[in-house]
């Protein structure tokens, strides 16, 4: 391990935390601190709170910063707590990454804007303006599904170079040449994730470091131990334990991700309550057929 990789504050699995809600659909703050302290126990070297799988764009500012307080009370120092601030507004993300960044997280996530289908130079002035505003690491997150648009090599690669604080990228695009490409020419210590467990160990052998984790919520010591054995070279044992839970993997997106996620958590007996429209609730069917699936991964 370099010096670099032993400095790097937020280590190769990091679960993005779904956001609990009540009965009502109102945050539910005591759950999700438990949620946080249920993710440390299972070994997750850091949390991402309120991405994608934590239903950002149903979560206004106040309430998000509402949650980030929450979980950086529950976590007290234990692991770093990286608070997703992006939107398809620069200005906007760019005051709020300052907000956020006063509360005490020790890092940012910033997605690729969506809706507005920026160019690359967009894209880049757009991330240059946020990582410049604050004095913490930003984490990039490339995922052309959700944004329409997808940030290509030269645009992630340009950013890594030029902007000491950017310090790693959540790649969901799912081109592996796209990938290779960052990994192989990005300066030392930036890091490329998996923005798609599925994907993860592909990554990891192209040289990538690990993963943002959405099945992080349901199966963190599983997902744990598949990285643990990919960064530690053991990966006959790391397929092998990749391809016992790579089912429930692909039954969490069958729909809408967090929906099935939700299900999930509610079937193990945490229940993190539903989804805020428009996603809806897992139906009886898909329920049912992912407890078949949970089962087949011993977790039920």
């Known amino acids: 391990m370099s010096k670099t990789d032993a400095a790097y504050p937020f280590g190769r699995f990091i679960p993005a ?3 609990p ?3 009502d659909l109102e945050l539910d703050l005591e759950r999700a601190q438990q949620l946080a302290d249920r993710l440390i126990r299972a070994k997750a070297d850091a949390l991402l709170i309120n991405g994608t799988t934590g239903e950002s764009p149903t979560v206004f500012y106040p309430q998000k910063i509402q949650l980030f307080k929450a979980v950086l009370s529950a976590v007290s120092g234990r692991v770093p707590v990286i608070a997703n601030v992006g939107d398809n507004c620069t200005a906007d993300s760019l005051d709020f990454a300052r907000d956020v960044a006063r509360l ?4 940012v996530m910033c997605v690729v804007p969506y809706y507005n289908k920026p160019p690359q130079e967009g894209l880049y002035r757009h991330f240059k303006e946020i990582a410049q505003a604050i004095d913490l690491p930003v ?3 490339n995922i052309p599904g959700r944004c329409v648009i997808n940030m290509e090599a030269h645009t992630t690669l340009r950013l890594a170079h030029e902007l ?3 310090v790693g990228i ?3 695009s799912g081109d592996l040449e796209q990938i290779a490409s960052i990994v192989d020419n990005a300066p030392l210590g930036f890091k490329v994730y998996a923005g798609d467990d599925e994907i993860t160990l592909q990554l990891m052998e192209l040289g990538g470091w690990g993963v943002i984790s959405t099945i992080g919520n349901v199966a963190p010591e599983h997902m744990k131990q598949i990285v643990d054995l990919a960064a530690a ?3 006959d044992k790391a397929h092998s334990a990749h391809d016992h839970l790579l089912p429930l993997m692909r039954e969490l997106f069958v729909t809408a991700n967090p929906i099935m996620v939700k299900q999930a958590m509610r079937l193990l007996s945490f229940d993190c309550g539903g989804v805020r429209l428009p996603l809806v609730d897992a139906t009886p069917e898909q329920s049912a057929h992912l407890a078949t699936v949970l089962k087949d991964a011993d977790m039920l």
């Open 17 to 19: 935390m779904i956001t």
């Open 139 to 141: 984490i990039l997150y």
């Open 21 to 23: 809600f009540t009965p």
């Open 164 to 166: 000491d604080n950017i």
């Open 104 to 107: 005490g997280v020790d890092g």
């Open 233 to 235: 070279g053991k990966w």
């Open 170 to 172: 959540k790649e969901a």
